[in-house]
């Protein structure tokens, strides 16, 4: 009887591209908030927001996967962490360099990531300019330089990846269509509410009318926040100037139109505010 040899078992220590892509999606989840922060308390200094976020990703990432973790609360949670090529820690300027290289991997496309997932220790572009890996948590000094396979593909990766990639982008579809379309609806109502304070003066023009007094050139304090004024013009019709935050800061007309039973009745128009905010009347 002949023995066979025993083949040695393949020790799972390099963090594939999925499980990489997954604690990069916690990371960014723990960014956002800041990030939100830093953009409003920013206002209009858009140049100092994002010089603020970039120097906090930079800390972020360079900190902790410098720290004695190794790793940023996205890795810790997937049981992977960052060492150099020989399985020792990095130091912060290694940390900060890691960091600005991975702009390399966004620049051409995103491709520098998914290298990850085709290179022999499952290295993404910075990586490679680093100098470093991405291991199991568990893994010593000694088992990163003897190498090893790819950790396994759990169900609790699986599960995370596809409710961090596959829910952000059904929501990021619904958000394109719900947004602008919210937002459309907000302008409209401030529209009516225009309308609404212009329709008030329609009874002092039909006023004139029944009376036979001419229509004089008239500014009317307008009730509306979202009118910069109304005024009523010799040939009675009725001008509505939105404020430029509504409507481009154009103008609804009402204009006075009389049939032929010589009773008046009103046209809506409008010349310069986009059609989708006014009501189909005044289209």
Known sequence: MSLQPQVPAVVPLYAGFWRRAAAACVDSLVLVIPAII?????????????????????AYYAGFHSSARQATPGKMAFGIKVTDRAGARIGIGRG????????????ILGIGFLMAAFTQKKQALHDMVAGTLVVSGKADPEEVVSGGGTMPL???????????????????????????????????SKVFSVLTAGSVVKGDVEQAYAEKRPFTTVAVNAPSPYSQGITVTPKGEILMRLVPEVGNGGTIVYSPMIDSAGAMTWQCSSADVPKKYLPAACR
Do not use: H, K
Not at 42 to 55: D, Y
Not at 96 to 107: D, K, M, N, V
Not at 171 to 183: D, H, N, Q, T
């Open 38 to 58: 830093i953009e409003i308390g920013a206002g209009q200094a858009g140049m100092l927001a994002l010089l603020i976020n970039v120097a906090a990703g930079c």
């Open 96 to 107: 900060i360099g890691r960091y600005f290289a991975t702009w390399l991997s966004a620049f």
């Open 154 to 188: 759990t169900g609790g990766v699986i599960a995370i990846t596809a409710i961090l990639f596959i829910v952000p982008f059904v929501g990021g579809i619904l958000a394109a269509i719900a947004i602008p379309a919210y937002s459309d609806y907000t302008v409209r």
